[in-house]
């Protein structure tokens, strides 16, 4: 029996000498990948930023926190606000940024990411409400570089840069979005009036012309005259009575012959 238990709190001594072992060699090798930075802190005091690789640290002693250097994408919520010329819309956002100081972000910050957050939902509301909407929905890549530098003056501070702010959906009340719509018509009504007239007025500045032309012309009368029946006859089972005094096809002396004549 006390062999037994000899066996057995060897077995157990074992395993917990192994156990320790594994833990100190995960506390003491680590492995930093290419995009990662370790922040390495001695007694709680910084002591410095590994590379990628392998490193190796006091345990107990040492820690190390990780930043990811890569461009990360964060959506930002939904934000309700109020344009310049009074609308009231929701807007979405994405924005891109990377961590470029290490120390900064993990030692300086309690959490950057969530300070980039509100952050950039405070940066959104308060920059498009100083715009109107005719501006939020037409010059929306000024508007991005606007919230880009913005935002990056502030998460500079934190060692993160802000590559750049995209402005995703601009979505409206119904019945603004009615409202939008029968101006839009109402210009198009507009835009198409004012073409017509346009047309009229030259219309009738080339009859005005060409009526001009005629009467300094009685020939060129005549011939349109003639082109005009040659025109109508053309149409098939037609009949049209077309009354036009003779002289009106004769030269000028010619006419003044026929009407002497007449009087003889």
Same mark, same amino acid.
């Given at each position: 029996m006390g062999f037994v238990l000899d066996h057995m709190t060897s077995w157990c001594l074992t395993v917990l000498v192994v156990a320790v072992i594994i833990w100190l060699l995960s506390k003491t090798l680590q492995v930093i990948n290419q995009y990662e930075r370790g922040v390495v802190l001695t007694l709680g005091k910084y002591s410095g930023i590994c590379g990628p690789g392998l490193v190796f640290l006091v345990p107990v002693v040492q820690t190390m926190r990780r930043a990811d250097l890569r461009i990360s994408v964060m959506e930002i919520a939904e934000q309700d606000l109020i344009t310049k010329d009074n609308v009231s819309v929701k807007v979405t956002a994405v924005t891109y940024y990377k961590v470029t100081d290490s120390k900064k972000a993990l030692l300086e910050v309690q959490n950057y990411k969530a300070s980039i957050s509100q952050l950039a939902q405070i940066t959104l509301r308060s920059t498009l409400g100083k715009h109107s909407l005719d501006e939020l929905l037409g010059e929306q890549d000024k508007l991005n570089e606007t919230l880009r530098s913005s935002l990056a003056s502030r998460a500079h501070e934190w060692g993160v840069e802000v590559d750049h702010v995209e402005i995703r959906s601009v979505d409206l009340a119904k019945s603004m979005i009615r409202a939008m719509a029968q101006e839009a018509e109402a210009e198009r009504g507009r835009r198409a009036r004012r073409i017509t007239? +346009?047309? #009229? $007025? #030259? $219309?009738? $500045?080339?009859? !005005? +012309?060409?009526?001009?032309?005629?009467? #300094?012309? &009685?020939? $060129?009368?005549?011939?349109?005259?003639?082109?005009?029946?040659? #025109?109508?006859?053309a149409e098939n089972a037609t009949t049209i009575v /077309? &009354?036009? !005094?003779?002289?009106? /096809?004769?030269p000028p002396s010619l006419a003044a012959l026929s009407a002497a004549l007449k009087q003889t």
């Open positions: 007239a +346009e047309g #009229e $007025a #030259e $219309a009738a $500045a080339k009859l !005005s +012309e060409a009526a001009k032309t005629l009467g #300094e012309h &009685p020939a $060129a009368l005549t011939l349109r005259t003639l082109a005009t029946l040659k #025109e109508i006859g /077309f &009354p036009v !005094s003779q002289d009106a /096809f004769l």
